[in-house]
């Protein structure tokens, strides 16, 4: 007698539906992750932080360039203005009027772009998995979130080099490809460097295409590799030693290099300048350093720096304990590169170029540490079965603690007390420089005949910026010019205003300014978000 067969569904279904089922689990993890990353980009753009004076004068200058005026060829720290940046602002700006969050939506979409970039890239080179966890990590960082939404010359840094980065890493991985990725990866660093020099230690990442070279056409005998390598060696040696001798000869009559090659040298061997080196990155990737240099915020230094060195190790560990079977050349490449990037960066810049204030200058280290992290969750996940789940639900955890993190110290610091860090990036509802202006064409009536004085330039660029459209609003800063016509009859309607930041010496000298003169002044505040007094307007009294 036979037994009939068991019915029941086929093992491939069950195979499919249960990867059906950890598909829509891991996109209901990463879509509200990228949903937030790219959100905390744009919402209040035109109001927080509020604009400095550097977004102001970009923001004029392409005004400039739009219209055919002359513009300023180099940036206010000496660098060549960058054409990649500005012309995109100034194309912006001929479909949309001046505002603050015009001037700030092409920072803010180039860093969004980098997140599909980085995932195509990404995928090509280390998998599917790496990719979602690196383009997850490059949303929710707090650092490249704050530095995508002010538009000054760094604010393309990530983007720029994250493409040296992964076009490196590409050739690399594909030696039949490598000369050809390294040209792309040499032009796009070029780009780089113009975006801001500082950028020039993404570098690094150009020796690893030719690596894939050298190692392609390395003899097939262990003894005929040994030999080779000794020959590398020893040739780099050899022209470290060369180029040391050259620049030690040429800083005997610079005494700029001479300084910085002596401090360099102390550097290497100064255990307080590494210890602070450690822990300012740490501080540029866990949010310390953005909140303290934009909002003002102070959360528990210790426990973030704590939080994060444990978040790191773990990670390495997944990274570098993987069983030897699945361990990846490229990834002994990107720590490699790391090493090297890090180290210079290290020598020439030092701890400080990573303080607040300071901190862009190392946004070029985001993309390469939170892809090498990102390896190292990956290895959590795709060698370790039985913690595959456990590791997506901490890594989640983490993503959203970040999130929330970054939401309570700059959002809603901003939100509640308007910024307690530099005056520039206090701001309200409506940013204090944007009400200035408003305020001043309400009080003058007409849009003619407006003279607007300031002496700080962190208030006279937004204002001049966003006053480009009113042809009869001229301005100034510095000393004023009374005899020019403009300005007397601006004194004669009563259309003269000084615009200072409450409190301090510049005011001072404004509120003397019009008493010297036999004038007196009305006076408008303009209040931050927590009702303190920032901006103060002087309208000086007309001819009667």
């Not at 499919?16 to 089922?21: A, E, F, Q």
């Not at 910085?260 to 990155?281: C, K, P, Y």
């Not at 866990?286 to 939080?307: E, V």
């Not at 010019?481 to 309607?493: C, G, N, T």
Request: charged share 15%.
């Amino acid at each position: 007698m036979s037994v009939p067969p068991v019915s029941g569904p086929a093992p491939a279904a069950d195979e499919h539906r249960s990867l059906r089922r950890e598909r829509l689990a891991i996109a209901a993890i990463v879509v509200p992750l990228l949903t937030a990353g790219v959100a905390f980009r744009f919402i209040h753009l035109g109001s927080i932080p509020g604009v400095s004076g550097d977004e102001g004068w970009w923001g004029v200058q392409s005004l400039a360039w739009l219209a055919g005026r002359p513009y300023e060829a180099h940036t206010t720290s000496g660098n060549p203005i960058d054409l990649f940046f500005l012309i995109p602002v100034g194309l912006l700006h001929a479909i949309a009027p001046p505002s603050f969050f015009v001037l700030r939506t092409v920072p803010a979409f180039v860093n969004v772009l980098a997140l599909p970039i980085g995932f195509w890239f990404v995928r090509r080179i280390y998998g599917r998995t790496t990719a979602w966890i690196h383009t997850v990590a490059l949303a929710t960082l707090p650092t490249a979130i704050a530095h995508s939404r002010i538009c000054q010359d760094p604010s393309q840094s990530i983007f720029w080099t994250s493409v040296v980065i992964y076009l490196s890493l590409l050739g690399f991985a594909a030696s039949s490809r490598a000369w050809l990725c390294l040209a792309a990866a040499s032009g796009v660093f070029a780009v780089a460097l113009w975006t801001h020099p500082t950028n020039v230690f993404a570098g690094a990442f150009l020796l690893l295409p030719l690596v894939s070279v050298v190692r392609r056409r390395m003899p097939g005998s262990r003894r005929g590799r040994v030999i080779v390598l000794v020959f590398a060696a020893a040739a780099i040696v050899f022209a470290v030693v060369v180029a040391a001798l050259a620049v030690s000869r040429f800083a005997v009559s610079n005494p700029y290099l001479a300084r910085s090659l002596a401090s360099a040298s102390a550097r290497l061997v100064d255990g307080a300048q590494w210890f602070e080196f450690a822990a300012n990155n740490a501080r540029l990737f866990n949010g310390i350093t953005i909140y303290h240099y934009f909002s003002g915020a102070r959360p528990a230094t210790a426990l973030y720096d704590i939080a994060f060195v444990v978040v790191v190790l773990i990670l390495l560990w997944g990274l570098l304990t993987k069983p030897a079977a699945l361990r990846d050349p490229r990834d002994y490449a990107l720590m490699a590169a790391c090493a090297v990037m890090w180290t210079g960066f290290y020598v020439f810049a030092g701890p400080k170029a990573l303080r607040p204030h300071a901190e862009r200058w190392g946004l070029c280290l985001i993309v390469p540490a939170a892809l090498l992290l990102s390896r190292g969750l990956a290895g959590w996940i795709g060698t370790r079965p039985r913690l595959r789940w456990p590791a997506i639900a901490a890594a989640a955890l983490l993503a959203t603690s970040v999130l929330g993190s970054f939401y309570v110290n700059y959002f809603n610091a901003f939100l509640t007390t308007g910024g307690r860090s530099h005056l520039a990036y206090v701001t309200a509802a409506v940013e204090p420089k944007q009400q200035a202006l408003e305020k001043i064409l309400a009080m003058s009536g007409v849009d003619d005949g407006v003279t607007i004085v300031t002496q700080q330039w962190w208030l006279y660029w937004p204002i001049a910026y966003l006053a480009t459209p009113h042809t009869g609003v001229a301005v100034n800063t510095g000393a004023l010019d009374e005899r020019a016509p403009d300005v007397q009859q601006s004194l004669r309607s009563g259309r003269l205003f000084f615009v200072e930041f409450a409190g301090t010496p510049e005011l001072t000298r404004a509120i003397e300014w019009v008493g010297q003169r036999g004038r007196r002044a009305a006076q408008t505040p303009v209040y931050d978000a927590s009702g303190r007094e920032l901006i103060e307007i002087l309208q000086v009294s007309g001819e009667h």
